[in-house]
């Protein structure tokens, strides 16, 4: 399984960005995926994700409102919508794998993991 993360860039707060996850392999509608950030200096930590029918979604409480993740399981890529960035957003932006037809969010249940893709937000 390999997941390819695209789209960050800088972009000014209250601006918006769209990353993208393409992933190999078989079974990527069989999987809740997620997507996860690390800011300079802090642990990883969730950000949201999407069953693996993209029946339900769930979102840290800091992107609530702001973020929308979606997948289009015909083309074995996840997105994550990002509307009114803060400069607190700044992060490196991490797709992962978790569990077949499971819905966990923690970190120890993603086994697979993008490359990141750095999203720089100004003031």
């Known amino acids: 399984v390999q997941l390819q993360a695209s789209g960050g860039g800088l972009v000014q707060a209250g601006g918006s960005l769209r990353l993208s996850c393409a992933a190999s392999g078989r079974f990527f509608s069989s999987y809740t995926m997620s997507w996860f950030c690390q800011a300079p200096g802090k642990e990883r930590e969730f950000v949201g994700g999407i069953t693996w029918s993209g029946g339900s979604t769930n979102y840290a409480d800091f992107v609530k409102g702001r973020f929308t993740i979606s997948r289009d399981n015909a083309r074995n890529t996840l997105y994550l919508q990002m509307n009114s960035l803060k400069p607190e957003d700044t992060a490196v932006y991490y797709c992962?794998?978790?569990?077949?037809?499971?819905?966990?969010?923690?970190?120890?249940?993603?086994?697979?993991w993008g490359q990141g893709t750095l999203v720089t937000v100004s003031s």
């Open positions: 992962a794998r978790g569990l077949r037809y499971l819905a966990t969010w923690g970190t120890d249940d993603y086994a697979y």
